[in-house]
């Protein structure tokens, strides 16, 4: 039976009805195209649609773009191309850019590129809009380059990618530091660290030095290997080149640290990191919160706000304290609020982040109603909460049984602009499996294929346990194919849900050559999964 409780919707925001902008949007002296050309020449593209001319009816977009005399004129046009259907396509997305290029708006130029070309993965349309640009006579520099190497990055096409830095060389437009940072993060997601480290030469090579975005891309990598002695040299490192390392250089081998229980150096560099007046975030908090024991969620939060105020809001610990000695959870919740209240007088985006700590360990501990409370408080002083917060409590109320609640706050979410990731995804999977409810992770599934993002392994992983949990083989093969069509390479843990699958299922023949294909695609198992294949083949004979 599904329980219900009113969630107070309206008391944290209220709903909103934001106004249609454009990321170009810039203001310059007003000199608009008459209302009669431009009616004119709307009715013309109406006209033409209705009589099928698509190309006729870009055609006239394109010329009325090109005769704007202002970037909001011109701006106005591909609005409107928006709202009657029309598909932008390279002309109108050529004529936009040299237009705004014109009009002495390069940084707007940029912002459409990236987000109207770049984004929607039309990756041959950016690469013929360098040709036409390049053709008309215009510069095409580093942000846009960058730009299409990071969309050819994402989607594991290297030698792509290269092949933009090279003409990027022959036109004679010099990388900067973001352009290695790419490309480097661009071989790390492939696994080949040697193409990495050539271009971490070449840039040095060429006297850019790596700033702590080239340095945290290795550390990662480092990490996610097992290397931890090589992750820390390089954080080390960062000092002696005058570079001062932020957060998200040590989470990393904090995590990794946990994960090889190393704790003892996991408290050292955590001292380390907080006595050097580095502001902690809320990852780094998740972290500790997942590895640390049952119990010490507010304990942790209270360090990690203490940190907080002092290196970030330079207020000083002891005066920020009510009590000595707190033994409660009670007198715990207490002075995290004093905390968070002095940090919400100083600095609103430091609040967000010790708001957001605040509800996860509230969440976590099963304090569903204080950390809505607390939800409220940080909307109700200005902040919109990170999706982090969101998270927290989408797990927190699937938990609680609360699924109209969980329905209210993705409202919230939507309302506010706020875009739900694939931890949020995942969370929801995950918690519909548990229920073993099935025909709404499946929804969830459709949901992403349709609107974006693209699912993530895990949640694969999730749906196809469940499956095979419920003797489903089939349909759990079936999405098995599905992820590896879709451009996904199974993990561990996809392979072994699908061995012990069929292991169980008595089809032993089908485990093993799975087994082998794992083994195929570089994946090396662990013991365990060779102690599950071995134990369901003795159990099956």
């Not at 706050?409 to 995942?426: A, R, S, W």
Request: net charge neutral; proline share 4%; glycine share 6%.
């Amino acid at each position: 039976m599904i329980k219900r409780r009113p969630f107070y919707r309206s008391l944290y925001f209220k709903p909103k009805k934001r106004p249609i902008t454009s990321t170009c949007a810039v203001p310059l002296d007003p000199q608009p195209i008459s209302n009669d050309h431009t009616s004119l020449c709307q009715s013309l593209v109406h006209d033409l649609l209705r009589r099928g001319l698509l190309s006729s009816a870009q055609q006239v977009i394109q010329r009325f773009i090109a005769s704007s005399p202002t970037v909001p004129d011109a701006l106005s046009a591909i609005e409107f191309a928006s709202a009657s259907g029309v598909d932008l396509g390279l002309g109108i997305s050529c004529e936009l850019l040299r237009k705004l290029v014109d009009l002495g708006e390069p940084l707007s130029a940029h912002e459409f590129y990236r987000d109207h070309v770049i984004a929607r993965g039309w990756l041959v349309e950016a690469e013929l809009v360098f040709e036409e640009m390049e053709v008309q006579g215009f510069f095409v520099d580093k942000v846009m380059y960058t730009s299409l190497m990071n969309a050819h990055g994402k989607n594991k096409k290297m030698k792509m990618a290269m092949r933009v830095y090279f003409r990027m060389l022959k036109k004679g437009c010099d990388p900067d530091i973001c352009t290695y940072n790419t490309l480097i993060h661009g071989f790390l997601k492939m696994g080949l660290f040697d193409k990495a480290w050539a271009l971490w030469s070449l840039m040095s090579d060429s006297g850019i030095q790596p700033n702590e975005v080239t340095y945290n891309l290795m550390i990662c990598y480092y990490c996610k290997q097992g290397k931890l002695d090589c992750a820390k040299m390089l954080l080390n490192s960062m000092v002696l080149c005058n570079l001062a390392p932020c957060v998200h250089c040590y989470t990393p081998i904090i995590a990794a640290l946990y994960k090889q229980n190393r704790c003892l150096e996991v408290y050292e560099l955590c001292e380390r990191m907080l006595e050097s007046g580095i502001v902690p975030d809320h990852v780094l908090f998740f972290v500790l919160m997942r590895n640390e024991p049952k119990g010490l969620e507010l304990q942790l939060c209270l360090l990690m706000l203490q940190a907080i105020a002092k290196n970030g809001c330079g207020l000083d610990r002891s005066s920020l304290s009510i009590s000595d000695k707190i033994n409660s959870s009670a007198g715990l919740e207490q002075e995290i609020e004093l905390i968070l209240r002095e940090i919400a007088r100083i600095d609103l985006n430091l609040c967000n982040v010790a708001g957001s700590i605040y509800v996860s360990a509230l969440c976590e501990d099963g304090k569903t109603e204080t950390a809505l409370a607390c939800f409220k408080n940080v909307a109700s002083a200005g902040c919109i909460p990170l999706l982090f917060t969101f998270n927290s409590l989408i797990k927190r109320l699937f938990q609680d049984g609360l699924f109209e609640d969980v329905k209210s706050l993705m409202d919230i979410m939507q309302n506010e602009g706020i875009v739900p990731n694939l931890e949020t995804y995942l969370i929801m999977v995950n918690e519909y499996c548990k229920q073993e409810d099935l025909a709404s992770a499946f929804g969830i599934l459709d949901q992403m294929k349709e609107m974006g993002p693209k699912p993530s392994v895990a949640i694969y992983d999730c749906i196809i346990a469940c499956l095979s949990q419920q003797r489903r083989i089939s349909e759990a093969e079936t999405l098995f194919h599905r992820m590896r069509r879709d451009g996904l390479d199974p993990d561990e843990v996809a392979y072994m849900t699908m061995i012990n699958a069929y292991a169980r299922d008595g089809r032993g023949d089908k485990a093993l050559n799975l087994f082998e294909k794992m083994i195929e695609n570089a994946i090396q198992p662990s013991s365990y999964s060779y102690t599950s294949l071995i134990s369901g083949l003795v159990k099956r004979k």
